[in-house]
């Protein structure tokens, strides 16, 4: 006999779906239209550091972190992320207690108007869980999906560099 | 939020339980993998989405046959893998990388890149020049055919919702291949080539045993050119063998281009990307 999923089916009941979802690791049961992106999802539920953007796929501002991998939330149905694990850039750090990925962006002078930085954020702690000490090229690769229009880039690869020096204690390169 | 009539999602986890439901639901059912651009584009009539991506459709391994692929593996998975990189001068990984961003490397599945046939995708021509099969499964059974033919016109729709892709093979004789991939596009993450190439060559103290040579983006489904492999096979490596070769080729992709004024340029391109390549894959 098949296997069962382990994840089911979800039938919509009123125009709505419940999806059982772990967000920034507290489960969460969110009642979803059928047809929505987890971008809008998110968004209706408070996670506004998800930012929308060009809503095709283009521009990873909508970039979260899904079970670990950088994922486009605006490609994807909420539906999809039955079951499995979201991280926003609300569950990285606090204004008072900032992760020190967000660290160096200050400090690197990463951050303009600060549209595409939640992405840019994710993209690099999903970059520096898979390989704590990258190169510049790896770095320019791995946010190679994040668009920025203010800056030339050059800043927030500096970021990402000195977040991978902050994160091994501070090791100079 | 995009228009459509979706009213449930399900989840199977064995490609049996995948198919049961495909065949079940036909059109009102829409498979998904990585998403990507899938989701944007979903049909008026389906009502439920397949979500295969729990399948266990995920790994890149070798045997005696060749190298398998499994069709849920990301384009990411194919761009790191140390066995592709390893594989045919690592032209595999090589035209992994040149795809997209990395965002969609990351979500994109060689499946759905495959399956979706589109010009410009990366994945068909190189799976098309190093003699892949496709093989899938229909019935409880499995099928294989050479991959080209997952390419032509129908295929996928004749077969329908009756089948599912599980994995690409590739067989072991091109391991020791040399090969080489390249495209032309305005930008390097920009998914819309004009031109994209691959060589993978059979070489043999500095002559070519074998030549495979595939053209996409400027043709409605990528191609091999048999005509520019008849001018490189049992050649000397050479700047003259590999000039001749890309000449053929652009003569080859005039006519198949209907020598549309409008392709001109891209065949021009597709001729110098294809000598670059097979420069490249003779002398690394």
């Given at each position: 006999?098949?296997?069962k999923?382990?994840?089911?089916?979800?039938?919509?009941?009123?125009?709505?779906?419940?999806?059982?979802?772990?967000?920034?690791?507290?489960?969460?049961?969110?009642?979803?239209?059928?047809?929505?992106?987890?971008?809008d999802?998110?968004?209706?539920?408070?996670?506004?550091?998800?930012?929308?953007?060009?809503?095709n796929?283009d521009?990873?501002?909508?970039?979260?972190?899904?079970?670990?991998?950088?994922?486009?939330?605006?490609?994807?149905f909420?539906?999809?992320?039955h079951?499995?694990?979201?991280?926003?850039?609300?569950g990285?750090?606090?204004?008072s207690q900032?992760?020190?990925?967000?660290?160096?962006?200050?400090?690197?002078?990463?951050?303009?108007?600060?549209?595409?930085?939640?992405?840019?954020?994710?993209?690099?702690?999903?970059?520096?869980?898979?390989?704590?000490?990258?190169?510049?090229?790896?770095?320019?690769?791995?946010?190679?999906g994040?668009?920025?229009?203010?800056?030339?880039?050059v800043?927030?690869?500096?970021?990402?560099?000195?977040?991978?020096?902050?994160?091994?204690?501070?090791?100079?390169? | 939020?995009?228009?459509?009539?979706?009213?449930?999602?399900?989840?199977?986890a064995?490609?049996?339980?995948?198919?049961?439901l495909?065949?079940?639901l036909k059109a009102?059912?829409?498979?998904?993998?990585?998403?990507?651009?899938?989701?944007?584009?979903?049909?008026?009539q389906?009502?439920?989405?397949?979500?295969?991506?729990?399948?266990?459709?995920?790994?890149?391994?070798?045997?005696?046959?060749?190298?398998?692929?499994?069709?849920?593996?990301?384009?990411?998975?194919?761009?790191?893998?140390?066995?592709l990189?390893?594989?045919?001068?690592?032209?595999?990984?090589?035209?992994?990388?040149?795809?997209?961003?990395a965002?969609?490397?990351?979500m994109?599945?060689v499946g759905?890149?495959?399956?979706?046939?589109?010009?410009?995708?990366?994945?068909?021509?190189?799976?098309?020049?190093l003699?892949?099969?496709?093989?899938?499964?229909?019935?409880?059974?499995?099928?294989?055919v050479p991959?080209?033919?997952?390419?032509?016109?129908?295929?996928?729709?004749?077969l329908?919702?009756?089948?599912?892709?599980?994995?690409?093979?590739?067989p072991?004789?091109t391991?020791?291949?040399?090969?080489?991939?390249?495209?032309?596009?305005?930008?390097?993450?920009?998914?819309?080539?004009?031109?994209?190439?691959?060589?993978?060559?059979?070489?043999?103290?500095?002559?070519?045993r074998?030549?495979?040579?595939?053209a996409?983006?400027?043709l409605?489904?990528?191609?091999?050119?048999?005509?520019?492999e008849a001018?490189?096979?049992?050649?000397?490596?050479?700047?003259e063998?590999?000039?001749?070769?890309?000449?053929?080729?652009?003569?080859?992709?005039?006519?198949?281009?209907?020598?549309a004024?409008?392709?001109?340029?891209?065949?021009?391109?597709?001729?110098?990307?294809?000598?670059?390549t097979?420069?490249?894959?003779?002398?690394g």
């Open positions: 006999m098949a296997k999923s382990g994840r089911g089916t979800l039938t919509a009941e009123k125009g709505e779906l419940e999806i059982r979802v772990e967000i920034n690791g507290r489960p969460r049961c969110l009642r979803v239209a059928p047809g929505e992106y987890l971008l999802a998110l968004r209706r539920e408070g996670y506004k550091g998800v930012k929308k953007g060009c809503d796929g521009c990873g501002t909508c970039t979260v972190l899904l079970d670990g991998k950088p994922v486009l939330s605006c490609m994807m909420a539906a999809q992320a079951g499995r694990k979201v991280t926003t850039i609300e990285l750090g606090t204004p900032p992760h020190p990925i967000q660290q160096a962006f200050v400090e690197a002078g990463a951050v303009q108007c600060g549209f595409c930085i939640p992405g840019m954020v994710l993209a690099t702690k999903a970059l520096l869980d898979e390989n704590p000490d990258p190169d510049e090229a790896a770095v320019r690769r791995a946010l190679d994040n668009l920025c229009r203010c800056t030339g880039y800043k927030q690869v500096e970021a990402a560099l000195l977040a991978a020096r902050k994160l091994q204690g501070g090791k100079q390169p | 939020m995009v228009k459509n009539n979706i009213q449930q999602f399900c989840f199977p064995s490609v049996p339980e995948a198919l049961r495909m065949a079940k009102k059912a829409v498979v998904v993998a990585g998403g990507t651009r899938h989701t944007r584009s979903i049909a008026p389906v009502e439920t989405v397949v979500d295969i991506s729990d399948l266990p459709l995920k790994f890149i391994k070798a045997d005696r046959s060749g190298l398998r692929i499994g069709a849920l593996c990301t384009i990411s998975d194919l761009e790191k893998s140390p066995l990189a390893g594989w045919a001068g690592g032209v595999i990984a090589q035209t992994a990388g040149l795809s997209s961003n965002l969609a490397r990351g994109g599945t759905g890149n495959v399956c979706r046939a589109h010009p410009y995708n990366h994945m068909p021509p190189v799976f098309l020049a003699d892949a099969a496709a093989v899938y499964s229909e019935g409880g059974r499995e099928k294989s991959f080209a033919r997952l390419l032509e016109p129908g295929f996928m729709r004749e329908g919702h009756r089948c599912l892709l599980t994995e690409l093979r590739v072991a004789a391991k020791s291949w040399s090969g080489a991939t390249a495209r032309f596009a305005l930008t390097p993450s920009q998914w819309e080539s004009t031109a994209h190439c691959v060589a993978a060559l059979d070489l043999q103290g500095g002559t070519v074998r030549a495979a040579l595939a996409a983006a400027l409605p489904r990528a191609a091999r050119l048999p005509k520019a001018a490189l096979t049992g050649k000397p490596v050479s700047e063998t590999a000039w001749a070769a890309s000449k053929a080729a652009v003569f080859e992709l005039e006519e198949l281009t209907g020598r004024a409008a392709k001109a340029y891209a065949c021009e391109v597709a001729g110098v990307l294809l000598r670059r097979i420069l490249e894959a003779c002398h």
